[in-house]
């Protein structure tokens, strides 16, 4: 269960023209509120119907009174665009902004509302107060249309209240020659987050500090538990627990004026040697409940985890967009059997951060190969580089996407939808052999031209709509995905 991420109160706010029918908003307001009980959607119903500013000062404290803290402001009719617009103004939280359908050929005299109309006037209204509130792609609509777009609503307004409230916590600098990691975070302050940057020493001394907790029994049985016998080192369980509740502690005393965190921790090289382990595994654990613990300090990889567990509800990862499938693996077990080229294919790759639950049965915790190669001795038993989460990522629909904010301070993001195949890849790590539909160009002309680091986070399951919505919300501008050939990228050379 993810315990990081807000809980979103829906209410709904009918407006109506004083020179319209009340009644009229108010009918399509209840038929509204009894589409959404239909889909099992909660949505608060303000009984005060707007139609002057007083009524807008009276239907907001109604909302907030009630603990609503996304908002639906229905035009049930043409609807008074001041008033209306004023309740984006006043409410803190996300607004979407619907209209109504006309219902029936046969009642267009006293049930005609010109809703379609009045949200013309009401988009152009909040553009000149500068107000930014959700629009879907078509506002207008039935009862039953519109419970279809709040409940689109709901997890867009997921992420923009979590990133309202959310700090993210850092220990140590990006390694060296990270700078694909390279994080200003003047684009933090600009989407509302607030950043706590920490030494690797600070997490050293509170690490240490938990030495003996009595909490620590508990915490290996559930490690245990989770992992099933002969899939863990039992002697390493004591010090993982140990790091497990340093973070969480660490979590509550510096959650300050915020809600929510999220880590973005350095975990080489020093790591494994100063406390006895890799981080990873103690990593998935926590993201498995909702807080992000991104790898090698990457500040806007947590950041995108956290988007994509408040749209999907889910758990996340975080994955390096690592390497190509070889040739002969691709005809040996994806040619023919699924309708991709080698092109649409690769490896994402992690050394054993993704939760658990999102892992093949044969997972278990081993040691990160590549820092035994160059921490141990060549020749050892692997000691202190143990403690990662390994085994195939489980086939499953995803969303490969980040927000980034470049070296010139702008920020940008990609989403883009795939797949992972039910393929053995045969290699190590957590790692799976993932397809997405002209990988190869989207590799080229986004990743590759608009100089994306190689941190992918990845949500299990098709979220490109919502995310793209939280994106423009968000005010960013380049929201780039994977353009089908019969959409040449701006860079793409057309004789090719």
Not at 17 to 25: A, G, K, W
Not at 149 to 159: G, L, Q, V
Not at 251 to 271: I, L, N, S, T
Not at 363 to 383: N, T
Request: proline share 6%; net charge negative.
């Amino acid at each position: 269960m993810l315990t990081n991420i807000p809980e979103v109160k829906l209410g709904i706010i009918a407006v109506s023209r004083d020179c319209f029918i009340i009644s009229l908003s108010e009918r399509r307001r209840a038929a509204i509120v009894a589409a959404c009980q239909g889909k099992g959607l909660d949505l608060y119903e303000c009984k005060t119907t707007v139609e002057n500013e007083k009524d807008m000062l009276k239907a907001v404290d109604e909302v907030k009174s009630a603990g609503c803290n996304a908002l639906v402001v229905f035009l049930g009719n043409f609807g008074p665009e001041t008033p209306e617009t004023l309740i984006a103004q006043r409410f803190d939280g996300p607004v979407m902004y619907v209209s109504a359908a006309e219902e029936s050929g046969k009642d267009l005299i006293d049930g005609r509302g010109d809703a379609y109309c009045g949200m013309l006037n009401c988009s152009y209204n909040l553009g000149m107060r500068h107000l930014k509130a959700y629009i879907p792609s078509y506002p207008v609509g039935t009862a039953e249309d519109i419970a279809s777009m709040i409940a689109d609503f709901k997890p867009i307004a997921c992420a923009l209240i979590g990133l309202s409230g959310l700090k993210i916590i850092t220990f140590g600098p990006r390694p060296q020659d990270f700078f694909a990691c390279n994080a200003p975070i003047k684009g933090l302050y600009e989407l509302g987050v607030e950043v706590e940057e920490n030494s690797e020493l600070d997490l050293l001394v509170a690490y240490k500090a938990h030495a003996n907790d009595p909490r620590i029994p508990e915490v290996c049985a559930d490690m245990a538990k989770e992992m099933g016998e002969g899939k863990y080192y039992p002697d390493l369980n004591a010090r993982m627990a140990q790091l497990e509740l340093t973070l969480l502690d660490w979590a509550e005393a510096h959650k300050g004026a915020r809600q929510y965190v999220a880590f973005a921790d350095k975990c080489w090289p020093a790591f494994p040697e100063a406390f006895g382990f890799e981080p990873c595994y103690v990593n998935s654990r926590l993201v498995s409940r909702g807080i992000p613990v991104s790898c090698e300090v990457d500040i806007y990889g947590a950041l995108s985890e956290y988007i994509g567990m408040c749209v999907s509800g889910e758990t996340v990862t975080l994955l390096d967009i690592n390497n190509s499938v070889p040739a002969d693996l691709y005809q040996e077990d994806i040619a023919g059997k699924f309708p991709y080229q080698l092109t649409d294919t690769f490896m994402g790759f992690h050394c054993g951060n993704t939760p658990s639950c999102k892992l093949c049965a044969d997972r278990a915790v081993k040691y990160q190969l590549i820092q035994h190669r160059l921490l141990e001795p060549k020749g050892s038993e692997p000691d202190f580089t143990r403690g990662t989460l390994e085994g195939d990522i489980a086939a499953s629909p995803i969303t490969f996407y980040r927000l980034q904010c470049d070296s010139e301070g702008k920020l940008r993001s990609y989403i883009a939808q795939g797949e992972v195949l039910p393929v053995k890849t045969r290699s190590f790590g957590g790692i799976g052999v993932f397809a997405i539909p002209e990988m190869g160009r989207f590799y080229r002309h986004v990743l590759v031209e608009k100089r994306y680091p190689h941190h992918g986070a990845v949500a299990f399951g098709h979220y490109g709509k919502a995310l793209f919505e939280v994106m423009k919300m968000l005010g960013v501008e380049d929201i780039a995905y994977n353009q089908p050939k019969s959409l040449p990228y701006p860079t793409e050379n057309p004789f090719v």
